[in-house]
Every structure is written in structure tokens, then in C-alpha cells.
């Protein structure tokens, strides 16, 4: 008996559908993401709770776009670790400096308010995240380049 090698997944080139299942999984790794840092406030703090949130959803999203939105693109691993490492890296500082921010303009905010604000922040990073791995970690490339 022959088991039939597994189908090669769906190749998505169109900046719409790329775009479409980037919003899709953020709106989800979002949620995920100040689920956890809700749930951790308490027992690490605004700012351990904010990075151990991140680091989880930040390895799941990537793995999600790696297999669905951008399926089928060649991404070599080296390349999506320093995307995961300076995803992690920069939403820990930008994370950081927007909860210091909020501090200093509010002596004792809310877990929610501290959410929200993290949140909306995140939206910035979010957008220059589509362009890094649109453009850069899952980018078309010709078989001879490498990196």
C-alpha cells in the first residue's frame, strides 16, 4: 500500500490576502496576546506580564504565518528566528516604554487601561511587522539567493 505524499499547501501571493490573513491572525494573537498579559499582571507585574505574553504569541503567530499566510514562500529558519528575536525584542521595548509613559502621566492605571494602551500601541508595531515578513522574512527570492 502507498501512502500518497501530502498535498503542497496553497501558494498566496496577493498583498490583499496577505494583508486579509495578517489581520485575521492579529486580530486572534492580539486578543491572545492581552488575555495573557491580563491574566499575568497580578503575578509578575505590568512589565514581566507584558513580555512572557509576547514571547508566547509571537512564536504562534509566526508559526501561523509561516503556514498559512504566507504557505508556500521559502522562508529559511535563520531568518525567521531574527524575525522572531527582534519581534520579541522590540515589542518588549516599545511595550516597556509605553507602560513607563503611562505611569508617568497615570500613578496607578488600571490592568485594563494598561491593556487598551498596550493595545493600541500595538497597532504600529503590527503594521511594521506585515512589512518585515511580507517584504523581508517569507519575501519571494530566486532559488540562487540565500540569507
Excluded at 4 to 32: F, I, K, M, Q, S
Excluded at 56 to 63: A, H, K
Amino acid at each position: 500500500m502507498v501512502i500518497p505524499a501530502p498535498e503542497a499547501p496553497p501558494r498566496h501571493d496577493g498583498l490583499a490576502v496577505h494583508a486579509g490573513w495578517y489581520l485575521a491572525a492579529g486580530v486572534v494573537t492580539t486578543a491572545a496576546q492581552f488575555v495573557l498579559y491580563f491574566l499575568l499582571r497580578a503575578p509578575l507585574g505590568a512589565h514581566g506580564a507584558n513580555l512572557l505574553a509576547i514571547i508566547v504569541t509571537t512564536i504562534g503567530n509566526t508559526e501561523f504565518h509561516r503556514r498559512i499566510t504566507f504557505a508556500g514562500h521559502d522562508s529559511p529558519p535563520r531568518r525567521r528566528h531574527v524575525q522572531i528575536l527582534a519581534t520579541i525584542a522590540f515589542y518588549a521595548g516599545y511595550g516597556s516604554v509605553v507602560l513607563l509613559a503611562l505611569h508617568a502621566l497615570v500613578p496607578e492605571p488600571s490592568a485594563v487601561t494598561e491593556t487598551v494602551v498596550l493595545a493600541t500601541a500595538g497597532l504600529l508595531g503590527g503594521v511594521c511587522r506585515f512589512a518585515a515578513l511580507r517584504w523581508w522574512v517569507f519575501a519571494h527570492r530566486h532559488p540562487e539567493s540565500r540569507g
